[in-house]
């Protein structure tokens, strides 16, 4: 979480895990770098007495029976318990200092890795302070919205019997019946919008104020000194009338309140709104699990969440939550990893897989070794990042950040030459009238519309492609994204599955297809080459009973002899045949047509005689046609790249349905490829923007870093908990390539949202200003009352945030690939 | 034009050319950050209508924590921003938000309201 609720600087007693204040610390002690505080003498000289070893909980100055362990509350010499969580961090290094604890038995030691920084900070995991604080900022929110809503009551009920009288002032029976009371109507009014300015009001005139003390504008002083203005001149109007020319003056009173009322409502409605905006990353949040079941001394322990550390066995049963993320020991299920990767197929698991902390176990029980916890969990880095970008500001902004800083200035200068103009050259009553549209340009600008147009909409988008898997970096990437001309995709790992597997099995006569397959399989069986692992894999997966070869030898650069069921198989490339004197000519067309398919053809040969080919390849992802083609239909140039020969390439560049193809690129290459791309693009001058083609390189954030560093979108293909990529600009959690897809959807579809917000909330005060100065007064006659000015600017930023919330709606096309 | 015209004309232009200064020319002084415990840089940092104080100098590598405190219900401060890290916060009034960065290039960061009304500077030397 990037905002750490301020915790009291406190430290840790390494010996007892007493929390220590600093400042009142009775001693310290320094060890290889470290500043280490004590509770008391007692503890200090058993640090300093336990030499080169760890500090332990033993050597306590409480007695050993108050030590539970693993420890992570401390109720240390009476002290209240204090929760000391597991992780604790260095001031700004998070990562830098933590104190772990081992699995091992109760009374375990804490295991330390302090590099040689200077202090123990103590605080929350910044994961769990994210939570903490995101529920703290749900119910002040909530408080927020109530007392608006009490204040708008408030004003509504004074502002209504008033709106009430001025409209019987229309009536011209109203009017003389009402006429002798006028005075002490408006002595009354002003008596009672009082209240109303200075409760329901008070947030404006007091923002305003402390504003102007900071040389600082802001909405609240276009309210403060509308409404302020209006009741001014109201009140000056009721108790001096003589300061006036005789018959221009007027009252406001109901101006002030309603507009008030108003603008309240405005904030209330916009502040749930903001709420729903951001409920992506809060949704990520809720959906981790609260306890995690632990298995520590033999014994299975529930503990909260926070106290599970690395290293930990935990046990999962199936339909619950996995808590952290780990490594499978044993036990095997099906796991639905969606929160992360946005994909809804459950994944299957099995001892050495790594499994994702909030994923949700679907079939069997598992116990696996906790690797990351609190804040290094994928979902906690994933809320960081998603927060992180949508922080951030996409270019598209910056024009609205100038014109926002002079914004309520610039409103206010209007609003004095607004009524320089009515007084001097307005017909009368000018005082009423410079008056009244001075107070209706001060209210309707919206400065709020505007300032919202961007973050709203970014932050609704970001945290959307989140939720579908897709983690984008910046503001910047995302307009990017949204502006792609080409689209280059790195062949292995990113169409392909990047491991080869068993493709076709082709017996030559006298052989059946099962029993090529069978023999070569069990002389592969004891090779460690991947070719000869995908052969067994496709064997075993297609039915076949492996037993045992016999003098099995590995020729390295060749392939493998052995002995099978009594015969002598030999499974390898054409140098092997060779070598062995089996004629290659009944090899020769499968061979052939086997490579132009991108295949590598292992032959087989049974006591000297060819038997048949067996082809491995590596394989299309199951939806990369299915991306390829939505990437097409987005308009974009699609290119392969790959350090394969050209006609491996081409074969799978076929079966991916991609027409263009960069074939024996050397890694090194990969990015002045990408350079040499992006220079060619003169015909997509008017897409692109300074005669550039915007390229886009989809790679495994590795190897490619280069290239997608020098793409003007790097989207990073990740799997399991390996999210965030650092060269990356977009990261695709869920490994499947339709991920670009949807980055580019999601990215297009939050730019038009904001270009929707910022033309509005442009032509809104572009348009709403000159209407409130009233320019439309000497050719229509018409005057826009300063109420439906204060509408206007409610409703205006009410529809800003409205727009941006469409956004939630968003649904990436489905990915129509049989997944497995 | 008469003689009340030309007055109240007079006044506000004045009015005019005092919002430009005030609002536009004035320039803060900035206010170095303190070294607390553990080489940590430290400023307190009230929200209230702007940012008290609005400029601040902090040391280059250093890790700084900007504390803020929200010292007031207007909504416009509700949020702070620091673009050029990537951070946000939320500010709940009356209650401190630390923010950690290390800002590591000397140079000139802003750190503003969610809207970019509320304006702050951090000079890095």
Request: proline fraction near 5%; charge should be neutral.
């Amino acid at each position: 979480m990037q905002a750490i609720t301020r915790l009291k600087e406190e430290f840790v007693d390494p010996v007892c895990g007493m929390t220590v204040d600093p400042t009142r610390a009775a001693v310290t002690s320094d060890r290889d770098g470290v500043r280490y505080y004590f509770c008391s003498h007692g503890c200090k000289v058993k640090f300093d007495a336990g030499g080169a070893g760890e500090p332990t909980p033993q050597a306590s100055c409480c007695s050993p029976a108050e030590v539970d362990a693993p420890q992570t509350t401390s109720s240390c010499c009476g002290g209240a318990a204090v929760a000391a969580p597991v992780q604790l961090s260095v001031a700004g290094r998070p990562e830098a200092g933590r104190v772990g604890f081992t699995d091992a038995a109760p009374g375990a030691l804490p295991e330390q890795d302090v590099h040689g920084h200077q202090s123990h900070v103590r605080s929350a995991p910044k994961h769990e302070q994210g939570t903490r604080q995101a529920g703290g900022a749900e119910e002040a929110q909530e408080q927020s919205y109530r007392a608006m809503m009490r204040k708008f009551w408030f004003a509504t009920a004074v502002g209504l019997p008033l709106l009430l009288l001025m409209f019987a002032e229309f009536v011209p029976y109203w009017r003389h019946a009402l006429m002798p009371y006028h005075r002490i109507i408006g002595i009354v009014s002003a008596v009672l919008t009082l209240p109303v300015l200075f409760w329901s009001g008070r947030q404006f005139f007091e923002s305003a104020w402390n504003g102007l003390r900071n040389h600082n504008t802001n909405m609240d002083t276009l309210v403060a000194l509308g409404t302020g203005a209006a009741w001014l001149y109201s009140t000056v109007a009721v108790l001096a009338p003589w300061l006036f020319p005789a018959g221009t003056t007027g009252m406001y009173f109901e101006v002030a309140v309603i507009v008030i009322a108003l603008i309240l409502l405005g904030q209330a409605l916009e502040l749930r709104a903001k709420s729903r905006s951001s409920a992506a990353l809060k949704k990520l949040l809720e959906l981790q699990a609260k306890t995690a079941r632990v298995i520590r001394g033999g014994q299975e322990l529930d503990v909260p969440i926070e106290e599970v550390v690395v290293g930990d066995t935990v046990l999962v049963r199936p339909g619950e939550k996995v808590p952290v993320d780990g490594r499978i020991l044993e036990g095997e299920s099906a796991v639905d990893e969606s929160i992360v990767t946005g994909e809804s197929v459950p994944v299957d698991k099995k001892p050495g897989d790594e499994v994702i902390g909030s994923s949700v176990n679907k079939t069997g029980a598992f116990t696996f070794r906790a690797t990351k916890v609190g804040a290094d969990t994928a979902l906690a880095r994933i809320v960081q990042m998603v927060e992180q970008a949508q922080s951030s500001k996409p270019p598209i902004g910056r024009l609205v950040d100038k014109v926002s800083s002079y914004f309520v200035p610039t409103v206010m200068i209007v609003a004095v030459l607004t009524f320089l103009a009515w007084f001097n050259f307005g017909p009368e009553p000018v005082v009423n009238h410079a008056v009244v549209t001075m107070v209706a340009v001060l209210v309707i600008a919206c400065p709020c519309a505007l300032g919202l147009a961007t973050p709203i909409s970014l932050m609704v988008g970001v945290g959307k492609a989140a939720e579908h898997g897709v983690l984008i970096r910046n503001g910047e990437a995302l307009e990017t994204a949204s502006k792609l001309n080409v689209v280059v995709l790195d062949k292995t790992g990113t169409i392909t599955k990047g491991k080869p597997e068993l493709t076709d099995v082709l017996p030559l006569a006298g052989f059946g297809e099962e029993e090529l397959l069978r023999l070569a399989a069990v002389a592969d069986r004891r090779s460690e080459h991947p070719l000869a692992e995908a052969i067994v894999n496709g064997a075993r997966a297609r039915g076949a009973g492996l037993g045992e070869p016999e003098a099995f030898v590995a020729v390295p650069g060749h392939g493998v002899e052995a002995t099978v069921e009594g015969r002598r198989v030999a499974v390898g490339n054409r140098k092997l045949m060779e070598r062995g004197g089996v004629p290659f000519a009944e090899f020769e067309a499968g061979a052939s047509r086997l490579a132009d398919e991108g295949k590598t053809p292992m032959f087989v040969a049974v006591d000297g005689r060819a038997a048949g080919i067996v082809a491995v390849a590596d394989t299309l992802k199951e939806d990369s046609v299915e991306a390829v083609r939505a990437l097409r239909a987005l308009g974009l140039d699609v290119v392969m790249m790959t350090g394969d020969n050209e006609r491996t390439a081409k074969a799978i560049a076929r079966q991916a349905g991609i027409e263009r193809v960069l074939a024996e690129v050397l890694p090194e290459e990969k990015a002045r490829q990408v350079e040499k791309l992006q220079a060619e693009g003169l015909p997509h001058k008017e897409r692109g923007g300074r005669g550039a083609r915007l390229v886009g390189m989809v790679g495994d954030g590795i190897n490619d870093a280069p290239a997608l560093a020098q793409a003007d979108v790097g989207f990073a293909i990740g799997t399991g908990t390996d999210v965030a990529i650092e060269a990356a600009d977009v990261t695709l959690v869920g490994g499947s390539l339709h991920g670009v897809v949807t980055a580019i959807e999601v990215s297009r579809a939050t730019l038009r949202n904001i270009k929707q917000n910022l033309f509005g909330a442009f032509v809104y005060n572009v348009l709403g200003i000159p209407v409130a100065a009233g320019t439309l007064f000497p050719l229509l006659g018409l005057l826009l009352s300063p109420i439906i000015a204060g509408a206007a600017m409610a409703a205006s930023s009410i529809t800003v945030v409205t727009n941006a919330n469409r956004l939630r709606f968003f649904e990436p096309r489905p990915a129509k690939g049989v997944r497995s | 034009m008469n003689t009340t015209q030309i007055v109240v004309t007079l006044v506000g232009l004045g009015v005019i050319g005092w919002i430009i200064w005030y609002f536009w020319l004035w320039k803060g002084e900035a206010v170095a950050a303190g070294v607390g415990a553990g080489g940590v840089q430290e400023v307190d940092v009230t929200v209230r209508g702007g940012y008290q104080p609005a400029a601040i100098e902090a040391k280059a590598g250093q890790p700084l924590r900007l504390n803020f405190t929200r010292r007031e219900a207007s909504m416009c401060g509700e949020e702070v921003v620091l673009p050029q890290f990537g951070r946000r916060a939320h500010l709940p009034e009356n209650t401190t938000v630390g923010i950690e960065i290390t800002p590591q290039a000397p140079g000139e960061y802003e750190f503003t309201c969610g809207m970019n009304m509320y304006k702050g500077k951090l000079i890095v030397r």
